[in-house]
């Protein structure tokens, strides 16, 4: 076999409320995951040893050694395999990893946990090495918060960092989404510790003037009102239900994305939030006609640097078949 290529969703949170800084340094979440037609491919080759080359969409922008997440997958996955001891005789050699991006980096769409996803399911198929779903979401979980979902795809509530996930049933009707891509990038971290600090301020903490008094975020909870309205299939209902904790926090580090907001909520959108961390902003529309009347609005009101149309759910990390 000579090279196994694996393509992967960006991911939306269609709900993402965040509680108190753990004592690790991440944040108990719940969330509502979405994965979404925007897909980077990543290609697996044997090679003598472990490298990376990303191409596309903001590949300046991506760690191109060992500290590339994809490549952290790659050795995930090797530490997970049974040793020579069991009598596999099978090489779990070197790697070289082709990453070609469509997904923008540092956008809040997750691009870097889904070129992680992609590693392991392309590394599983090029090593034969028959890791099952769960055994992959396994070393996913231990790759980084939004990995396992990549694997999964569709639409799943997440909870812990976000690795503890349980697929939503709902109908099969696809959502129109319209993502505005801003001229500039939101580091996570960052984020959070911008939400943290904009709580301690609400609550009179270090530094704070706010007035609610409340010592602790709340713990997360998972919005009923948003899962009623994904079981209808409804996208009004799901457009009024759309909800991000890190959205205040992203607009505190990028101002300039409340016009984007405003824009696309005037040009008709039936709801609008900021994507995870952001700085993409993410708008529904009511059918795919509308969905292009908006894209097209919206990158004519010069308030993103540019716009895409996609829809979800999609499934996770899958093998693309070679071409015949
Ligand atoms: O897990 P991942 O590397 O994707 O997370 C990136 C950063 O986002 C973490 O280092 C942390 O600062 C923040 N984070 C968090 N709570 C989560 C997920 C991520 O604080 N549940």
New binding site residues.
């Given amino acids: 076999m000579t090279g196994v290529t694996v393509r992967v969703p960006a991911k939306l949170n269609l709900q993402l409320a965040?509680g108190p800084?753990?004592a690790d340094?991440?944040?108990?979440?719940v969330t509502v995951f979405h994965a979404v037609s925007l897909f980077d491919e990543v290609t697996a080759e044997p090679a003598g040893r472990d490298g990376v080359t990303v191409t596309g969409e903001g590949a300046d922008r991506v760690p191109a050694g060992q500290d590339n997440?994809a490549l952290r997958a790659v050795t995930a996955l090797r530490a997970a395999m049974p040793g020579p001891a069991t009598g596999y005789v099978i090489d779990y050699g070197g790697v070289h990893l082709t990453i070609a991006k469509r997904i923008p980096v540092a956008a809040g769409l997750?691009g870097?946990?889904a070129d992680a996803a992609a590693a392991l399911v392309a590394c599983n198929e090029l090593w034969a090495a028959g890791r099952s779903q769960q055994q992959l979401l396994e070393v996913a979980a231990r790759v980084?918060?939004?990995?396992a979902f990549a694997l999964l795809g569709g639409t799943a509530v997440g909870r812990?960092?976000?690795e503890r996930l349980t697929p939503a049933l709902a109908p099969a009707t696809p959502y129109h989404w319209v993502l505005a891509f801003a001229d500039g990038h939101l580091s996570?971290?960052e984020v959070?510790?911008a939400l943290d600090r904009l709580r301690a301020a609400d609550a009179g903490g270090p530094g704070g003037t706010g007035n609610r008094r409340q010592a602790r975020a709340p713990e997360p909870g998972l919005d009923a009102a948003l899962m009623t309205a994904l079981r209808s299939g409804d996208a009004r209902r799901v457009g009024r239900a759309l909800s991000n904790d890190l959205q205040s926090a992203a607009l505190s580090l990028f101002p300039s994305l409340r016009k984007t907001l405003a824009a696309g909520l005037e040009l008709g959108a039936l709801g609008a939030l900021v994507a995870g961390?952001g700085p993409t902003c993410v708008f529904l529309a009511a059918s795919a006609d509308r969905a292009l009347d908006l894209a097209v609005s919206m990158s004519g009101a010069g308030v993103c640097r540019s716009v895409a149309r996609v829809t979800g759910p999609v499934p996770g990390a899958a093998v693309v078949p070679p071409a015949k």
């Fill in positions: 965040v800084p753990r340094g991440y944040h108990d979440l997440l997750a870097g946990s980084g918060s939004d990995v812990g960092r976000g996570t971290p959070y510790a961390s």
